[in-house]
């Protein structure tokens, strides 16, 4: 199983990025998909969770309006939009696949890809 990230990078304060995670080895259709950061010396969370069955998505309150999430199954892609950017979403952004099934737990995890903003 592979997840690779792509289309982090440097931008200034207000500008968009849009980050993608191909997914091989796996479904995406049959996981949720999720979004992580990490900036420097702080913990990492979630900013937004695509559940497998279609329901709602869910966002960190700081990003709300902001960042979108979304899954092209046919593809085997998840997509995080992110617009009207800060520097406070400086990063490192992980994209996870995650699924309870059959009594066991499958979660894996890209390498990760920078997102630097600019102020």
């Known amino acids: 199983v592979q997840l690779v990230e792509s289309g982090g990078g440097l931008v200034q304060s207000g500008g968009s990025l849009r980050l993608s995670c191909a997914a091989s080895?796996?479904?995406?259709?049959?996981?949720?998909m999720n979004w992580y950061r990490q900036a420097p010396g702080k913990e990492r969370e979630e900013v937004a969770h695509?559940?497998?069955?279609?329901?709602?998505?869910h966002y960190l309150d700081s990003v709300k309006g902001r960042f979108t999430i979304s899954r092209d199954n046919d593809k085997n892609t998840a997509v995080l939009q992110m617009n009207s950017l800060k520097p406070d979403d400086t990063a490192v952004y992980f994209c996870n696949a995650w699924r309870y099934y059959s009594g066991r737990t499958y979660d894996y995890w890209g390498q990760g890809t920078q997102v630097t903003v600019s102020s």
């Open positions: 080895g796996l479904a995406v259709s049959n996981y949720d």
């Open positions: 695509s559940p497998s069955d279609g329901s709602a998505t």
